[in-house]
């Protein structure tokens, strides 16, 4: 019996998982990071938990532009983090 190739969502997944960790540990290592995402990811729960999707989207897309402009400056500070 052949073996089946592995699952689109165990690839998917585990490319995901590669991206996160890639990009978390650049951001995070980013002095003040820590405090600011935690303080956005308890907003963004609360905003879920209440119900309310359109302030989550605005959360969410918030933390996503101030992480993409940090990881920008790191590459701008030392362009060997690319």
């Not at 995070?28 to 609360?46: F, I, K, M, Q």
Request: proline share 6%; glycine share 4%.
């Amino acid at each position: 019996m052949a073996r089946h190739p592995r699952s689109i969502t165990h690839r998917t997944a585990g490319t995901l998982d590669q991206q996160v960790r890639r990009y978390t540990l650049n951001t995070l290592t980013y002095p003040g990071r820590w405090p600011v995402v935690l303080a956005d990811y308890a907003e963004l729960l609360a905003a879920i938990e209440n119900a309310e999707p359109e302030r989550a989207g605005e959360i969410a897309a918030r933390h996503m532009s101030d992480a993409l402009g940090i990881r920008l400056k790191m590459y701008a500070e030392d362009p060997r983090l690319l």
